[in-house]
């Protein structure tokens, strides 16, 4: 990295979907480099094409821990039916504390990204039926009726569980500046304040916390209770995607060699280790409690 406002030096290209992702913090990245001195490098970093899909975390903690990073070919890591945008997608959002916000710019990203893709393959298909002598017209996509745009928002608004109007205000960022979207994805701009930039007018200066539903106006339509539990289930599936990532980790943290650990680590990072993990302890402590007393009981 050159400075800290320049992008990591990765040496080769990322895909474009990958690099939606916010990076860890400081903190998160030495954790992960002291994990990766001790244990070793457990997932190889994957590639397809040329270009880093999955594993910039783990590129940067192998070259702060001095340890040569391993490589491995995307096709050889995957031989299920999702394509590389979806794989991607599997492995970064569904197991990261991602926001409403982030999730929805996210998947209008590679929603934008994959028609990209299929346009710029039937490109390729014309070119090589006109070359065989069958000459095919291919014309550009032309911008959809208002019809067919609400259809679009609509079921990238389901699929994504959240509601309708943040599924529009993504995709008017997308169409005006793809870049912007990708601060919103990286949890770096809140998605109102991005498409207020896009609108030209200034956006609010707060911003309501991760997983709260902003604040209604007085003239919101009939349709707030349906956006509400849309929020609320996407609010569900991280709960559930966080636990099953926390308990999964935990365990492995369990099944440390301590010793080892603590050998190959300075005292400073020791500190820090168990500064984390005191304060992820009490993060989860509280939640539990919040949960049992939803309930009427007490931990």
């Avoid at 990209?116 to 393959?121: D, F, P, S, T």
């Avoid at 993504?170 to 109102?192: H, N, S, T, W, Y």
Wanted: glycine content about 8%; proline content about 6%; overall charge positive.
């Amino acid at each position: 990295m050159n400075s800290a406002n320049d992008k990591p030096d990765y040496g080769m290209p990322v895909h474009p979907v990958c690099d939606l992702f916010p990076l860890m913090d400081k903190a998160s990245l030495a954790g992960l480099a002291a994990d990766i001195r001790a244990n070793g490098l457990l997932h190889p970093i994957a590639v397809h094409e040329g270009q880093l899909v999955d594993g910039r975390n783990r590129l940067l903690a192998c070259r702060e821990a001095g340890i040569e990073p391993r490589f491995a070919e995307w096709s050889r890591i995957y031989q299920g039916p999702m394509p590389l945008a979806r794989w991607i997608w599997s492995v970064n959002g569904e197991r990261r504390h991602l926001s409403i916000d982030q999730i929805t710019a996210a998947q209008v990203a590679i929603k934008a990204w994959e028609e990209q893709e299929a346009a710029r393959q039937r490109q390729i298909d014309a070119g090589k039926q006109f070359h065989k002598g069958r000459r095919k017209v291919v014309t550009g996509r032309s911008q959809p009726l208002p019809e067919a745009a609400g259809r679009v928002r609509e079921k990238l608004a389901q699929e994504i569980g959240v509601s309708q109007r943040k599924v529009g205000q993504a995709l008017a960022i997308q169409k005006a500046d793809p870049e912007l979207l990708k601060q919103v994805a990286q949890g770096k701009l809140a998605l109102r304040e991005a498409a207020s930039q896009v609108k030209g007018t200034p956006g609010p200066l707060a911003q309501a916390p991760p997983g709260e539903l902003p604040p209604v106006p007085a003239s919101a339509p009939e349709n707030t209770s349906k956006r509400r539990q849309m929020i609320e289930n996407a609010a569900k599936r991280r709960m559930i995607d966080g636990l099953s990532h926390i308990q999964g980790a935990c365990r492995g943290l369990s099944r440390l060699d301590l010793s080892a650990v603590l050998n190959a680590c300075t005292e400073e990072e020791t500190r820090t280790w168990a500064a984390i993990a005191r304060n992820a302890a009490r993060d989860l402590r509280a939640v539990a409690s919040k949960l049992l007393a939803a309930l009427g009981e007490k931990e």
